[in-house]
């Protein structure tokens, strides 16, 4: 077992791509699920329509801006879409649609009958050429010895966790202006907040659009790095990594889920180091093979969220008494 | 082989689309040779026999007509429909008495067609025929259903963790549970060892198996025994009571938490039995029930939540629908259909059919 090696691609991860998209994912359920207390259980659905509105339109022939703007337009229609039935209903109704939503929206982009859109179970590759066009920075690797990334992945994490940042500052503006008080006042108590005057099922419309298209967002963001997507990305898994990495970092804090996606994928990506080591090494016998790291890898995600959510709800930076314990 | 009538069965390991192959070489000699002998591209969808013909001669085989196909596709869709609808009493039961959409109910159904694949077809399991098999599993689907109830949620409940919080847990109990499936299982789907593969039997225009006949009887049994528990026993009255006003209820001298131990149980126990009904009818697979678990929300919503009978109801309604649609609609989309429905509901009726209204909103 080489712990060492664990490190090094644990620290790797956590200033991944990837973890800059589940940054972004994280961001947008803290400002549903954190600061509204609305309970959106299909996030992945945003992320999957952020990245095939934008792949499918430059595949298509749209300039890099048009795309990102189809992306962020079907993400806002979904948001309609699923918000408008089910926000007057009680929470349950929202996790139900939503998960159903992200399922079927996965489902559906690879069904043969819509191959000439999305490719299919093929999915639609080589579309972000136009975005690597405008890379600055010059070819050659960058970093310290294994901790080092290529020209071209350093452009997309620069844009990836610049994005986080500007997401984080707007959600960070919104919590503390009276909009965000209103957003935890729905939280805290909806029929008090309408009682007031508040229009309580427009705010958590706005919630929904909002945090969905920060999401939507950290989909194009991972389209755009593996210039391909397929529907096999987009499983509900992803929706509650989302969710662990929110809860790690902290509900209704403003870089609980940057700092949590961070540790996040310094944990998991670690722990697949040590685990394919010690499999290979023989530490468990005939009773576990190398391809057990990814199905063991979740299954340690689905017990820490439980755990979390009932020992720390707060997560790590989290206050309690923001964290919708007694919901 | 093909048998008397002709006909040859092959098992495929699940969906997906094969190439179908005829060797000429142990044709008899006298039936000449069929027009082709390889078919590229053969679909074969989830859970369904995919019929392939290689005529003989040229006198050509007519097509199946319009009438058949409904009458088929109604008794696919009223299999599926009510073993979703068992699945759904279930989860409708424990909403109603605890308040929770426990999301790991699809899981519930895994864990029992997995534990029935282990004493039926495991090579070093049981070898229990697969009627055995599936009540045993059925008892052991109740007996995780208790043991999640002392387990977790029980405790929870002291801990008076909020509703919101609860779906949370649930959600990371499904995906524990899903992953170790995965590892244990493995992620190949797997038959039972009996009634795999039958012969159809052809009443009037229908051809059903005799599986998916079984199935829809003891399915029918199962709600029924439901439906009277519910209506005619001490038990029953009380788990109404209970989904009615749980105060109330304790304050009338109902134990409410004897009640919620009874709801886990036979909320595991249903969700074992409609798994394992499932995994006769298609294959044993690790994620089968999440993949269930779309239609089982679709049917509680359109029932209402926390509404046993609507979930029979609508079990029966959406089964029939969606199966008969796909005569119409290209079967890939039936899926969406699903949303389709949740989302008109809710608009339209959000209690769903039988629901009680003040509970919304």
Redo the contacts between chains.
Sequence with gaps: MDLGQAFVDGARAAVSVPAAAFALAAVGLNLQFGYT?I?N?GQVGFLLVGAYGTAISIDGGAPLWLGILVGIAAAIALGL??G???L??????L???T???A??LR??VG???LEGLTGGAFGISGFAGSFYDLNPIPPGRYGVGDWSFDHRTLWVMAIGWTCVVLASVLVWLLARSPYGRVLRAIREDEDAARSLGKNAFAVKLQSLVVGGVIGAIGGIVIAIDAQFTNADYWK??FT?FA??VL?LGGVGSVFGPVIGSMLFWFIYQGLDTILRSSINDGYFGDA?TPT?TG??R??F??????AL??FR?QGLFGNRAES???? | MSDAKGIAAVPVPGKGTYEVRLDPKTFPKKAGAPAQTVLPNVVVQEGRAKFVLFPFGDRGIAEPSAIDRIADLAASGLRQGLIVAVAAVGLSLVFGTTGL?N?AHGELLTFGAIMAWYLNSSSDGFGLTLVVAGVVAVLLGGLLGLGLEFGLWRP?RR???????L???S??????????F??VFGATPKPYEQYAVQRAWHVGPLDILPKGAATIAICAVILIAVALLLLRTRLGTAVRAVTDNPDLAESSGIDVGRVIIATWIACGALAAASGVLLGMNQSVDFDMG?KVL?AI??V??LGG?GSPFGAMLAGVILGLAFEVSTFWI?T??K??L??GV??LV??VR?QGLLGVKER??
Excluded: C, K, W
């Design positions: 207390g309970l259980f879409l699923l408008i039935p089910t007057r209903l009680r929470a349950d109704y996790a139900i649609v998960i159903s939503a399922e079927i489902i559906g069904t043969r009958q509900s898994a509650f969710y662990a809860i576990l057990d199905p063991i979740v299954a995600v689905g017990l820490a969220l439980m959510m009932i709800p919708m314990v007694d919901g | 959409i999301f929870l801990r008076r963790t909020g509703n919101v919080a779906l949370v847990v959600i990371g109990l499904a995906l524990f549970m899903r992953s170790v995965q590892v999440f779309l929300f679709a509680m919503i939540l290209p890939d989309f899926t969406a699903y949303l949740m989302i809710l608009l959000p919304v909103g």
